[in-house]
């Protein structure tokens, strides 16, 4: 059974950074990746994907803020986030990119920005 743990989170004050990580199990390789996030009352979004070419693609609100890559060989997929805001507030979960290939969720990692 494929298996996804996710850190790296925590509290960062406005305008800091945090690098998320994001373990798997089982066919990584062949599969596009996503970062996503639940924020408070909000429903999850997908805020950044990385396909099987490394192609990437942001949701509009991190772009140019968030980066996401992949290392096949050890199976894990990360977020590195810069000039976080208090809007970045949330779970973050990864999973694949692409719904009808989702598997089972993980716990997700908290991020909280605020001074």
């Known amino acids: 059974q494929v298996q996804i743990v996710e850190s790296g989170g925590g509290l960062v004050q406005p305008g800091g950074s945090l690098r998320l990580s994001c373990q798997a199990s089982?066919?990584?390789?062949?599969?596009?990746m996503g970062w996503y996030r639940r924020a408070p009352g909000k429903q999850r979004e997908l805020v950044a994907r990385?396909?099987?070419?490394?192609?990437?693609n942001y949701a509009d609100s991190v772009k140019g803020r968030f980066t996401i890559s992949r290392d096949n060989g050890k199976k894990q997929v990360y977020l590195q986030m810069n000039s976080l805001n208090p809007e970045d507030t949330a779970v973050y979960f990864c999973?694949?990119?692409?719904?009808?290939?989702?598997?089972?969720w993980g716990q997700g990692t908290q991020v909280t920005v605020s001074s």
């Open positions: 990385i396909d099987v070419d490394d192609t990437t």
């Open positions: 999973n694949r990119a692409i719904e009808r290939r989702w598997v089972n």
């Open positions: 089982g066919a990584f390789s062949v599969y596009a």
